[in-house]
């Protein structure tokens, strides 16, 4: 059984920013997953980041890993301001990354994480375990993806979510319905149109989708990696937003930044897609070959004919579904509407388990479900979990060690709220 310090499940932006700071503290540790499997494996290609160029670098611990450093060193033509980055580009920025500070990172699946006396136990389905005194879940929102009950009964064939596809030309002359109005659903509707497809976008708000506004040529005073405006500040701080109410907490970290078209869309969806807004899915069912829509609006009840529908609706994260946790780990873990509560380095209730990424929206902030965030964590976890390792120098981890570390957080005093 292999040990180490740190172990970090999940090579995204998170995993991937979170290793590299560890490696600049000179911490041992193990990094395993498919590297940015989900932007590879569960984005369109021909998709544009609707962030800003400045919001997709990812957090490194030494200057010159950002997009920008990337096209410099590459001689490629940098991204300007106000332009979209394309997800082939940003993809080959992420590759030059792991390749130049992330080289080691392991292809394989953790089955299962068990809590030892001072760490973990990770099991794999065929490689020997590997034991940790901290690990970081950094798995990204695959497990979280959010099908609305009027839609889940239908088969595979007939309903399908927008991070099932990376390409539309199979629905080329068909009819496909998109319910929902944030950027996937949005996006997905202009690549299907633009595929061939005939397409509806069916959406409850009573207002046309929301549009962003271009960025202007000069930044504003108040700007960061997450956004700008004057609110920007207090979004991207999480030692702010930790100061909310916890039930606002949980509001502001699903909504903030949330269902908004980016400004290059409008044109490709608004007057070239038939737009149902103000209009509920309330039934769905199979129809010949195809699917019946039963829908409300201020009409009355209808009912449409479609080949396919698409569900736009986004995720709901839920510490539940990080399927490699034990029933026992997991029951130890203190949630709060299904994120983990954490500390401000991202530590959970039990101590030296850590989790990055979207499930750390309610104890981090919004910034959490964006690139923009590993900004605002990598470092500091690091930090803790170097701090764990000096204070446990002379006690080596594994399941044999016989005493129980202690916790290496920031003085939050926890409350269970699951």
């Known amino acids: 059984m292999r040990a180490t310090e740190a172990f970090i499940i999940g090579a995204g932006p998170y995993g991937l920013s979170i290793s590299t700071h560890l490696t600049g503290r000179k911490i041992d540790h193990v990094i395993v997953g498919r590297p940015m499997d989900t932007w590879r494996s569960h984005m369109p290609t021909g998709m544009y980041l609707k962030s800003e160029p400045y919001g997709s670098d990812m957090s490194a611990p030494q200057a010159g890993y950002d997009l920008a450093g990337y096209c410099r060193s590459e001689r490629r033509p940098g991204v300007q301001r106000g332009t979209p980055v394309p997800i082939g580009q940003f993809l080959d920025y992420a590759d030059w990354y792991i390749g130049h500070l992330v080289p080691g990172v392991s292809d394989v699946t953790v089955t299962e994480i068990k809590a030892v006396s001072d760490g973990f136990v990770m099991s794999f389905a065929d490689t020997e375990s590997v034991v940790a005194r901290s690990v970081v879940v950094a798995t990204g929102l695959m497990g979280h993806t959010f099908v609305p009950a009027e839609l889940s009964g239908l088969p595979s064939d007939l309903v399908s979510h927008t991070a099932d596809h990376t390409e539309f030309d199979r629905f080329r002359g068909r009819r496909v319905a998109v319910v929902g109005a944030g950027s996937s659903a949005l996006e997905t509707a202009a690549l299907l149109h633009e595929a061939g497809a005939e397409v ?18 000069q930044k504003p005073l108040t700007h960061n990696k997450l956004c700008e405006g004057w609110k920007c500040p207090f979004w ?7 100061l909310l109410p916890q039930d606002m907490r949980v509001v502001k970290a699903r909504t903030v930044l949330g269902p908004l078209g980016a400004w290059w869309l409008k044109d490709r969806v608004e007057g070239v897609v038939e737009m149902l807004g103000t209009t509920q899915v309330v039934d769905a069912k199979p129809s010949g070959s195809g699917v019946r829509l039963s829908i409300l609006s201020p009409a009355g009840s209808s009912s449409r004919e479609f080949d396919h529908v698409v569900a736009g609706t986004g995720y709901r994260v839920d510490v539940a579904h990080v399927g490699c946790l034990s029933a026992d780990l997991l029951a130890q873990v203190a949630t709060r509407a299904g994120y983990p509560v954490l500390t401000r380095n991202g530590e959970s209730t039990v101590p030296g388990l850590y989790f990055a990424g979207a499930l750390g929206a309610f104890g ?18 690091a930090s803790s979990v170097a701090r764990r390792a000096s204070a446990n120098a002379e006690r080596p981890a594994g399941p044999d060690s016989g005493d129980q570390s202690a916790q290496a957080g920031d003085g939050l005093a926890y409350q269970n709220t699951a």
């Open 200 to 217: 509806t976008l069916v959406y409850r708000s009573p207002d046309s989708p929301l549009w962003g506004s271009r960025v202007p040529a």
């Open 236 to 242: 991207n701080t999480p030692a702010a937003f930790r």
């Open 364 to 381: 981090l902030g919004p910034s959490m479900r964006f690139i923009a965030g590993t900004h605002n964590l990598a470092d500091r976890l």
